[in-house]
Structure formats: C-alpha cells, structure tokens
C-alpha cells in the first residue's frame, strides 16, 4: 500500500474518496465497474489489504501482549489482556470479511455473465420469431 487514503479509493472505486454504490454521485458509472476492474480490485485485496492488515494486527497484538507482561501483578495488565482478545477478535472478522470481499469480486463477473446467458435463453424460448424478422 502507498499509505495514501485516496489511492486505495481510487483503485476499488474509481473515483477519488467517492464511495461506490448506486447513491453515489456521478450515478450509474461508478457502479456498473468492469470485469477487468474487479479483478484489479480483488487483486489489490489478495496482494494488499490482506497481508498489511495482517501485518498490523500481528504487530499490534504481540506488542499489546509483551505490554501486559511486562505489567503483570497490576490492574492496567489485565485490562490490556482484554483488550488484546478483542483485538484479536475484531482483526480476524477483518480478515474474514476481506476474504469475503475478495470472493465476491472474483464471482461477480462470472454471475453477471450466467445471468445474461440465461435471460437470453429465455428470451429466445418465448415463441415463434417475428415476421419482422430477417427484413
């Protein structure tokens, strides 16, 4: 990661610090994002976000803990205990949302397509051709 906040927005969503989604300004454009952007995305998820998420909370756990221990016999080491399971806790819904993210990106493409196919074939089974047809 650059460590710049709008490089990671740009990259997911197209639009520097504009979330994505159909309320979004500028409409429809950030929404509908191509085959090739979402595997761009879940890429960036797989090589970045994953591993630098992972890097963080790894670090910020074990220097937690090594603080607890250093303290122990006080009140504050306890606390700093609890506060590492919670930690640990919210770092691996993280992770596992991440992961989810990064499937679901994957998988869209493939669903949008399957749809298509589908809605076509069912366009094409409806009845006899148009006599306008072929002209």
């Given at each position: ?113 399957q749809n298509d196919v589908r ?17």
């Amino acid at each position: 990661m650059s460590g710049d906040a709008n490089s990671t927005g740009t990259r997911l969503n197209g639009v520097d610090g504009v979330p994505a989604g159909p309320l979004a300004p500028g409409g429809g454009s950030i929404f509908g994002s191509t085959p090739a952007e979402k595997k761009a995305a879940a890429n960036t998820v797989e090589t970045e976000l994953e591993p630098n998420t992972k890097k963080a909370a790894d670090g910020a756990k074990d220097n937690t803990s090594a603080a607890a221990r250093s303290l122990d016999g006080w009140e504050t080491a306890s606390g700093l205990k609890k506060v590492t399971e919670t930690w640990d806790q919210q770092a691996k819904m993280l992770m596992g949302r991440l992961s989810a993210e990064k499937a679901s990106l994957r998988g869209a493409s493939g669903l949008f397509m399957q749809n298509d196919v589908r809605t076509g074939d069912q366009l094409r089974a409806v009845g006899p051709k148009s006599k306008l047809e072929g002209l």
